[in-house]
């Protein structure tokens, strides 16, 4: 401190004590800890030296009253203990003893060390929210970004690599909707995302990293939201979309990601066409010791007298509904045209809503700015202010979020229709083929409710709408015109 180095303090204390005739007992310091907090290492270790040895301790010497505190409060606190030990305080470069004359130096170094201490803070402070205001980051990075200083020497944040990518990846599945916070987990992992101490990614993590407004570009500090000028891993519409879809997690997902098992892609979604109850499935030993697979009803008041059948009967009946209900080649062709006009018109709609949206979003965004002038005046309590902007940024989330589900301008439907029918056309094909999760997805495609299996057979299956219009054009009625049901799907 002011150029003096511990080893010249050091020094110099050792020659003030050979000139005051006072052996050295011990010597305790901080090393690179400043003096405005009182939770040093070296200053509880000489405190607790002292309270342990007063009996032959006469004098603490220091340097200069700011190496031993620079806190007012802190100071007299250390000096009554001192006192009571009947320890005397010498300053090497002040002239502080017990008489009035010292003990008024003592107080008035002390006050203006935490003057000084003070100051710095206030323009260490004014510093930080004067770049903040300029949109630049002047704390640690989260995951998925490092700090780094710029040609000129200024500290900037940037995207750290491999892990933005994955954090991007992140945003984009939970987005979806489809995937849980412990899938997302697992899935990354198994990706290699690892956190800069290289830790694995956990759940908790995960959502702390979905809920951090930050990677959409904002900033908050200093009771203040404003835009960062580094670069956003997902856009403000993804961003509020995740969090729409956080606010509406429910109980029910939870079970339904628990009750997970690739073996059954079943269980769950074929009901007992008795009791209308989802089947179950699991592992059955015989009496040889071989396990087999099998689908069952688990209610014990069901009316049926088969309460269980094999995987490979189950599954095999499914794949031939699935055979029933694909689709013919001349109904595909003429469904296309159809949904090409449906979509040009709906895209219209949904562009002309965008439009209007946007506005809204806009006179929000100017509302939540109007509250924070508001309490920068003190023109609104802060309990008020709190209240309000949390409204007022929930309505905003919200708002992205339904442009979000609204973005059409560079979907390109027809990849999607060639995708779809491609589909349509082998269905059982598809299912064959497909990972658990897509399985999973073909399903909630394919049926409008889950199918109820009576022992031997599907009945007659409630289909999605494009289905069910399939079934109409074969049975002769007119379908080829707008279809209800057959709209785009405003996903992102």
Known sequence: MHGISLEQQEGACKKHAEKLGITIDRIFHDDGVSAKTTNRDGLQDMLAYCMKNAARIGSVIVYRIDRLSRNMNDYTNILVLLAKLKIKLVSVTEAVDESPVGQYIGNLMAASAQFDNQMKGQRTTDCMQTKFAKGYWQWRSPVGYKNIKNDSGEKIIVPDGERSKHIAWIFEEFAKGASQLTELCNEVNKRGFRTREGNKMSAQLISKIIRNRFYAGWMEAFDQEIRGVHEPIVDDDTFALCQSILRGVTREDAISYARRDEDFPLRHFVRCGYCARPLTASYSRNKAGNHYPYYRCYFKECETAIKSLSKKKLEGEFAELLEQITFKKDFSEALKEVIAD????????????????????????????????????????????????????????????????????????????????????????????????????????????????????????????????????????????TLPGIEPGFKA
């Open 342 to 481: 449906v979509w040009q018109e709906q895209y219209k709609t949904i562009n002309q809503n965008r439009t209007k949206i946007s506005g809204e979003l806009e006179r929000m965004e100017g509302e939540k700015r109007k509250l924070i002038d508001m309490a920068k005046k003190d023109l609104l309590g802060e309990d008020d202010f709190k209240e309000e902007f949390k409204a007022v940024k929930d309505k905003i989330l919200d708002t992205h979020a339904a442009l979000a589900d609204m973005k059409l301008e560079t979907f390109a439907v027809d990849e999607a229709v060639l995708f779809v029918f491609t589909t349509l056309e082998d269905l059982a094909k598809c299912w064959e083929g497909a990972t658990y999760d897509q399985r999973k997805n073909l399903l909630s495609l394919i049926f409008a409710e889950k199918p109820l299996y009576t022992y031997p057979k599907f009945e007659t299956p409630v289909l999605s709408p494009i289905l069910e219009t399939k079934k109409a054009f074969h049975e002769g009625r007119s379908s080829l015109v």
